[in-house]
């Protein structure tokens, strides 16, 4: 194995992104500080008009009952001394006087042709007074009215006549609400001063809040810069809270990660130069024994360059198939898609392999349970199942078999290739799709492997959004069982 590209360009980000970290954490907590204050702002001012409006409505509710009272007990005075008839009672202007500076108001008693007979203020008396809450009144409904704007409460009472319901007149009383509006301006002063002086103690409370938070951040993101720097042996604990925890788990998953792909890295690199220069070595052997010796016979010359040949060859495949891994590793590769009659396909596949089948007296075998059209790149399925095949093959007895089949569901096409070869030890089938691994080495190379077969299989069915499976017993055989979407699904 070895770090593939797309890991270095996440490696890349995460490099680029916490360069900027202060900036990102100054920006958290400045964050955290506007919520801390706004949560704490929000409910301060709610209260503080809450309680304001609560008491400005209790406070006229109080004043319109109570002069609603005056109003009945005085249009009872009213009835008594005939006060509609004849208005020279000193006993009612007394009351009336009284009335109107207690609550610094206006009294207007009004008879039943609407006409104003007494007016507190001298203002309108003699004249007709039609206005709707009058009228209203008239008919036996008692009003009241607060007017915000200009301050004031007005109330009308009915005057019954004397031993009757019948309405003979009306009491309009105006009061002032001054005083109610002085308070109310008194508690939004204290209330603002209140709210203010919490707003400081919540802003220093929210800033030393904000630097607790923001600090086990802090050291994550410390943690995650030093690996700019290098991969260090450390684990990041930082449970303070359930996401801190969660966010060393992923990274400490991810630091595990790079490490293994740094280690990967490094051990393909070495295959890779150990690989390539055995066929170099045997080379040069063979060249110098043949330098080194005169008269050399023809046959032992013949043989000689046969061996360099075949060392050429070998590391002809080794090159070939490495750049078939680069290319399947490439961030971005192309698929070439195309619609393909995979029962066909297979065929072509086989018959191709068919000569070296033959050659060691492997009988293969297809078995096609139903036509498949399916979404694939042809060449890379095509190096799947050859390379699948070609180590059936190989790694096959004298005289044994191998058997390929192909079935399809709804979803999902799948081949399995059989063999009776000499199978996979338990203890190996974890690793055999790593790139230059070989269960035995020396039986290998004499084979000819490169041990890139299977990792560039399961390369290209991986493009394909598909996934392999091993199934294989020490002597008796293995099976490979390869399932591939037959609709074609980009990333």
Known sequence: MYIQSGEWVIISKVKRQFRFRDKILKNMRFRLIMCIMLAGLVPCL???????????SRAVELRTAEIQNQCTILSNQLNNFGYLTDTSSEVINASLTQLTDIYNGRVVIVDKDLKVVKDTYDLDE????VSENVIRCMRGERTSHYDKTNHYIEVTSP??????????????????????????QVLYT?????????MALLAMFSVFLANRMVLPLRRITGAIENVTEGYSDDVLHVDTYTETEQLCEAFNKMLGRLKLLDESREEFVSNVSHELKTPMTSMKVLADSLLEQEGVPVEMYQEFMQDIAKEIDRENRIITDLLSLVKMDRSGQTMNIETMNINDLLEQILKRLKPIAEQKNVEMVMESFRPVIAEIDEMKFTLAVSNLVENAIKYNRENGWIHVSLNADYKYFYIKVEDSGIGIPAADQDHIFERFYRVDKSHSREIGGTGLGLAIARNAVIVHRGSIKVHSIEGEGTTFTVRIPLIYVAA
Do not use: C, N, P, W
Request: charged share 20%.
């Open 159 to 184: 005057i019954t006549e004397r031993g009757g319901d019948q309405v003979a007149g009306v009491i309009l009383a105006s009061v002032s609400t001054d005083g109610i509006e002085v308070t109310r």
């Open 46 to 56: 709610a209260a503080l008009f809450g309680i304001v409006k609560f008491y400005e």
């Open 190 to 198: 204290h209330g603002g001063v209140s709210v203010g002086i919490l």
């Open 126 to 129: 003699g004249k007709t007074d």
